[in-house]
């Protein structure tokens, strides 16, 4: 009998270097409390905190700090699609979009994929104690038909959802088809990341 692997989904994962992640938060901060159009964005579709993701699209140019984060992030972009074995024709994947994500406590980002991008992912900023992990759910789950659930001992591979909880400093990856939330924050303080899409 062969039993083959087929249609991998992958997660990239890596603890970013070249990034100061102390002045990172501070123009986070900064930037979150400034930005009034973001925040009645976020008021307005009920974002229990902050985003900047329908107000502001030039982070790498109006601050060093993610002008930085862009430089590393397009490194790592690149290797995975490499991992992927992506044929982009002899060119490279550019940054589409790239926002601040502050998650106030018990807030909640519900599942969602990101149309017309290539890769999304997260760089972590501040993850307190008790931040709530990211949930990913196995994208062929719309076509699983009759299919049982998963035994509770199942492999991570095996499993229809899988947890990650990440550290300030990661970067998570994925492409862009995977649906993927956060479930509710129930540290004591927010939590704040950068989020993006490759295309």
């Known amino acids: 009998m062969e039993i083959k692997t087929l249609f991998v989904t992958k997660l990239y994962r890596a603890e970013l270097a070249g990034v100061d992640n102390a002045a990172l938060l501070k123009s986070c901060r900064a930037i979150a409390t400034a930005d009034k159009a973001g925040q009645r964005w976020s008021k307005e579709n009920n974002y229990q905190g902050y985003t900047s993701y329908a107000s502001l699209d030039d982070l790498p140019k109006r601050d060093p700090e993610f002008n ?13 699609a490499r991992e992927l074995h992506m ?6 994947l550019k940054l589409d979009s790239l926002w601040i994500n502050v998650l106030e406590p018990n ?11 290539v890769l999304s992912g997260t ?11 990211l949930k990913l759910e196995d ?11 998963r035994l509770k001992d199942a492999p991570e591979s095996e499993r229809t959802f899988v947890y990650v909880t990440p550290k300030a400093g990661d970067v998570l990856m994925w492409e862009s088809f995977v649906r993927h939330e956060v479930a509710m924050n129930t540290a004591k303080k ?7 899409n490759y295309a």
Do not use: C, E, N, W
């Open 68 to 80: 930085a984060l862009k430089q590393v992030l397009d490194k790592h972009a690149m290797a995975f």
């Open 87 to 92: 044929d982009l024709g002899g060119g490279k």
């Open 107 to 117: 807030g909640v980002h519900t599942g969602h994929i990101h149309p017309q991008s």
């Open 123 to 133: 760089y972590y900023v501040d993850v307190p104690a008790g931040a709530s992990a």
């Open 139 to 149: 994208p062929r789950h719309a076509m699983m038909m009759a299919a049982p659930g």
């Open 190 to 196: 927010s939590r704040i990341s950068v989020s993006f």
